[in-house]
């Protein structure tokens, strides 16, 4: 649930349509595929009840603004995570890849843009 973990890379060829080297960085996750692939081969979609979002706006211009801008939230066993903007919320945090590391907080409030390595937590500050 931390950036570490689930914060990766894609990477894709449009030739003709996305010039080699640019880079997106809007906010996307992988619930946003199943939409942006349907409409690229021109499926028809009913949309309101999936969490995904189609890409195809950020595929076809860099500035365009970041899909999920009313936030977007997931949960993993008894964690939960809610982003919005520079903000990510985790409750009942433990990091799985350091099953020793036990954290006394059960909110941990982090400013991507300014520690994307969510060291700092900010719950306190800004409750």
């Not at 060829?13 to 690229?40: C, H, M, Y």
């Not at 997931?74 to 036990?102: C, E, I, R, Y």
């Not at 059960?106 to 400013?111: D, T």
Request: with cysteine.
């Amino acid at each position: 649930m931390f950036e570490g973990g689930i914060r990766g890379p894609s990477f894709i060829s449009w030739p003709g349509r996305i010039q080699k080297g640019e880079v997106r960085d809007q906010f996307a996750v992988n619930t946003d595929w199943f939409p942006t692939l349907a409409e690229l081969c021109g499926i028809e979609l009913d949309t309101k009840n999936l969490d995904g979002k189609s890409l195809v706006p950020i595929l076809k211009n860099k500035e365009a603004e970041t899909l999920h801008t009313d936030g977007y939230c997931w949960a993993f066993k008894d964690m939960w995570v809610a982003v919005k903007g520079k903000w990510k919320l985790l409750g009942n945090p433990h990091d799985t890849s350091q099953p020793d590391v036990v954290f006394s907080e059960k909110l941990i409030l982090v400013n991507l843009e300014e520690d994307p390595g969510e060291t700092t937590n900010l719950a306190e500050k800004y409750p």
